[in-house]
């Protein structure tokens, strides 16, 4: 079991940034890749980012390719979302989630954990 805890959420204005970060439980987090998705009210979960498990691979989803950074420091069991240039289009539950397949995916049902998620709101 990979317990998942996501922070760093909150209300920002159009334009702004945040960060959000999701804490791994297990001390094996370097054997996972993983991956943020995000869902707004009365609308379908959507992916967001991945991240490998070496870290060597990433990919987004085209709405926020340039705007969003996925990094993780696995000394921290930490995967981090860097978003930039938020919009309100941005606003959702945001959670973090792992597999161990081999290599990246963007389907949500590849991934065996969840975290609780992490509201963000961009203001106009």
């Known amino acids: 079991q990979v317990q998942l805890v996501e922070s760093g959420g909150g209300l920002v204005q159009a334009g702004g940034s945040l960060r959000l970060s999701c804490a791994a439980s297990r001390r094996t987090f370097s054997s996972y890749a993983m991956g943020w998705f995000r869902q707004a009210p009365g609308k379908e979960r959507e992916f967001v980012a991945t991240?490998?498990?070496?870290?060597?691979?990433?990919n987004y989803a085209d709405s926020v390719r340039g705007r969003f950074t996925i990094s993780r420091g696995n000394a921290k069991n930490t995967v981090y979302l860097q978003m930039n240039s938020l919009k309100p289009e941005d606003t959702a539950v945001y959670y973090c989630?792992?597999?161990?397949?081999?290599?990246?995916?963007?389907?949500?049902?590849?991934?065996?954990?969840w975290g609780q998620g992490t509201q963000v709101t961009v203001s106009s």
């Open positions: 991240i490998s498990n070496t870290g060597g691979n990433t």
């Open positions: 989630a792992a597999h161990r397949r081999v290599g990246v995916t963007v389907r949500g049902y590849e991934y065996d954990y």
